[in-house]
């Protein structure tokens, strides 16, 4: 080659060719960063809009930004009502402190995310279960910028968990339920409380009434004696069904007295209730020394049956356990 040909090969291009050419690579790299920057939008819309758990951007004042169609069908409200309002007004009034307290534990940096279990009101104004998990996005400055919110519904779960361990027909706990939390409940006690009183009622004339008026009338006294026990009973006891006609109410803050008392009345407002129907009602005390749920409620379920043999409507107070 030529001293000419080579200088000629060797040398800077130059003039239109070389602006074409930059002009040509600037449209290739952002047609390049284009068609990224959309295979990315729709990675995040599929991944967002088809989750199967609900999705939100909610802004720092609790507001939202975006959702996606699960937390819609979660929540009842469609995207544009959820919009419009914020987390605050679909929030179980009882959750919402915990929940405010921990997004400014979140804002201030204190944890990278934090996860719930909380209630929301659904549009149809029926009370769900969710867990909710919140993390900070920031901007470039690192400075807070939006919240994002993964949302899952815990109806089911807590339907069926509440279903093992309640009678479908009163909502009280079952045999399972009451054995379960009452041997937690007498084992936390212990010696804090030397008088634990169980009470065992059993209904007279229930079979009568099933024969006489039918099992619609049965299942709606079962209801009725259900509402009554509850009107007995003070925060921290606990009621169950046991089965059939057999209720237990367990109490741990009461004095035997105050408890015959309640019993009494009790066994007044089933005489009163205009069916035909009474209690027999055993009520068993557990000594300072402690007592297994199992001979608690056998002592409490004999002397029931006393009750019953001593002419029903009435209560008995259980023999000691170590007489």
């Not at 929940?99 to 104004?125: V, W």
């Not at 002419?311 to 008995?316: E, L």
Request: glycine residues 8%; aromatic residues 6%; proline residues 2%.
């Amino acid at each position: 080659m030529s001293r000419q040909w080579h200088d000629q090969f060797s040398a800077p291009a130059q003039g239109p060719d070389v602006e074409q050419l930059a002009r040509d690579t600037a449209a290739q790299s952002y047609e390049a960063i284009e068609a990224e920057l959309a295979r990315a939008r729709r990675r995040f819309d599929a991944t967002f809009h088809h989750a199967p758990v609900g999705m939100a951007h909610v802004a720092l004042d609790g507001s939202f930004l975006l959702v996606n169609p699960r937390f819609c069908a979660i929540s009842g409200y469609d995207a544009d009502t959820l919009i419009r309002t914020g987390f605050q007004q679909i929030t179980h009034p009882d959750d919402l402190n915990a929940d405010e307290a921990l997004l400014a534990r979140l804002n201030a940096g204190e944890l990278p995310r934090y996860s719930m279990e909380k209630r929301y009101i659904r549009a149809d104004g029926a009370i769900i279960w969710v867990k909710l998990t919140v993390a900070m996005a920031r901007d470039e400055a690192g400075d807070p910028e939006l919240y994002v919110a993964v949302i899952e519904d815990l109806s089911e779960l807590r339907q069926a968990s509440f279903e093992a361990i309640h009678d479908s027909l009163t909502g009280l706990l079952n045999r399972r339920g009451f054995a379960s939390r009452a041997r937690d409940r007498l084992d936390a006690a212990g010696m804090s409380r030397p008088t634990r009183c169980l009470l065992f009622l059993d209904l007279d004339g229930f079979k009568q009434l099933n024969d006489r008026e039918g099992h619609g009338a049965g299942d709606a006294c079962l209801i009725d004696v259900a509402g009554l026990l509850r009107e007995t009973a003070n925060e921290g006891d606990l009621i169950a069904r046991l089965g059939g006609d057999e209720f237990v109410l367990l109490m741990l803050d009461e004095v035997v007295d105050g408890a015959l008392r309640r019993a009494e009345r009790l066994c007044a407002a089933l005489a009163g209730c205009g069916r035909g129907i009474t209690g027999s009602i055993g009520l068993a005390v557990a000594e300072a020394d402690g007592a297994e749920l199992d001979e608690l409620i056998a002592r409490a379920d004999a002397a029931m049956l006393a009750a019953k043999r001593a002419g029903k409507n009435q209560v008995r107070v259980a023999v000691s356990a170590s007489a």
